[in-house]
């Protein structure tokens, strides 16, 4: 349950090498991400306080050198399909598929028509398109190997590292300039006009703009941001989670319509977002389906600013102000299972085996219907907690849950 080991720079050039023939200009990393508490608030223009994890996509990136032909046999990756053009984007990934290839694709820039590609592929060419759209940039010529310790699918927002760690290589070899907050609305239109996913802006920016020690207090209605601390360390603690490795049939379906009952409800109030609504507001007009959806949005946004008040001092003792949310997390999770009505069996399990484990505090994360839980716990009771959750999982005939421990990372950047 400890923190996967992270790849020096030194060893991605190596890798890179290896693969390309020559050596990488740089090596970066962009983390995962764990939303600490606001959920289902941010497509509601809410507020939300991510922090980054120490788990992270890392990235080698080169230019081919301009005496070299993409098709010399040396320069080609033995995992890749013969390069298309001198323009082309090869990337390689450490991730293998079912007959132990690494992972590997090419592509360029000129060819890439929103909703064409599919699979992991995606996130990084509609980087690549979006660089295109937002600076007139065609970006090509180039080779990226890429290792991750973010796991895939536990809700870690591992493709939105993907986009990050790649982003910010072509920024800098290709001399575009672009600051934080331009990279999270690339991004976002990345995932959104690109790959055709409906994400709000919470994964992005947490990778990109987070500082050591902290979670990022983010307010979706205007980007604002306030770094608010966060050292897990320094208290003793982690975030272990929990991911159920189920995804229910209607997750899909499931979120769509609670997004689609909340538009509907400011749509009831004539506004454009249920942020604009004084939470005082009488919610009689409403189906009592849209009033529980609306409580827990207000609710919610209301615990993100309990919980940032008690972080920064104002609500607990110097030094043990994590240990104090505990009751926090509980209270999102229970109005997640609810009034927003996104938990299942599987999630419920996970919170209540960690909290009679002995766990600080506990909830549910991401849209729901399965994916995974946190739990704040001691450090030291990470392999108790886990293995008791792990148990409650047998007892009930549940897959086997992937368990493991994270702590605070910080936002993206180059690593030498």
């Known amino acids: 349950m400890n923190a996967a080991s992270a790849p020096t720079a030194a060893r991605l050039a190596e890798e890179f090498a290896t693969t390309f023939g020559y050596s990488p200009q740089a090596c970066f990393r962009a983390p995962g991400r764990v939303n600490l508490i606001g959920e289902h608030t941010d497509y509601n223009n809410g507020l939300v306080l991510p922090i980054a994890i120490d788990r992270a996509v890392h990235v080698a990136i080169g230019r081919r050198p301009q005496n070299r032909r993409v098709d010399e046999e040396q320069d080609r990756p033995a995992t890749a399909a013969p390069p298309r053009s001198p323009q082309s984007i090869r990337i390689v990934s450490d991730h293998r598929d079912d007959s132990g290839e690494r992972l590997s694709g090419q ?10 590609m599919r699979g992991w592929l995606s996130h990084p060419a509609g980087v690549v398109d979006e660089i295109a759209k937002t600076t007139g940039t065609m970006v090509g010529g180039v080779d990226l ?3 991750s310790t973010v796991p895939v ?4 927002s591992s493709s939105h590292a993907l986009e990050v760690a790649v982003l910010i290589a ?3 070899v290709f001399d575009l300039g672009l600051n934080d907050r331009e990279k999270v609305l690339l991004t976002q239109r990345a995932e959104n006009d690109f790959v055709g996913a409906p994400t709000g802006i919470v994964d992005q920016a947490a990778s990109i703009m987070t500082e050591a020690g902290h979670a990022l207090f983010l307010d979706c209605r205007d980007l604002r941001t306030r770094q608010i601390p966060f050292d897990l360390d320094a ?5 272990l989670v929990i991911d159920t490795r189920v995804s229910h049939s209607h997750s899909e379906s499931g979120y769509g319509d609670r997004r689609r009952s909340c538009e509907e409800a400011a749509g009831i109030f004539g506004v454009e977002s249920l942020r604009e609504l004084d939470e005082a507001v009488d919610l009689g007009p409403l189906t009592d389906e849209q009033r529980k959806r609306v409580r827990h949005v207000f609710n919610e946004n209301a615990r993100v600013r309990t919980t940032v008040d008690h972080l920064e001092g104002s609500g607990g003792q110097a030094g043990h102000r994590i240990r104090g949310i505990g009751e926090l997390l509980l209270a999102s999770h229970a109005s997640l299972a609810e009034d927003y009505e996104v938990s299942c069996p599987e ?3 996970a919170v209540e085996a960690a909290m009679e484990a002995g766990a600080i505090g506990a909830r549910m994360i991401g849209g729901g219907f399965g994916g995974s839980a946190i739990a704040l716990i001691d450090a030291a009771d990470a392999d108790r907690v886990g293995d008791a959750v792990i148990a409650a999982f047998a007892a009930r005939g549940y ?3 992937d368990v493991f421990a994270v702590s605070a990372g910080t936002g993206a950047s180059r690593i030498d």
């Not at 360029?108 to 909703?115: D, N, Q, S």
């Not at 208290?235 to 975030?239: A, I, K």
């Open 153 to 156: 699918g536990a809700g870690l």
């Open 235 to 239: 208290e003793g603690l982690r975030l």
């Open 170 to 172: 072509l920024d800098e």
């Open 107 to 116: 592509f360029t820039a000129a060819e890439l028509v929103p909703g064409q």
């Open 347 to 349: 999630l419920d399990t």
């Open 399 to 401: 897959r086997t849950p």
């Open 145 to 147: 190997y890429v290792e």
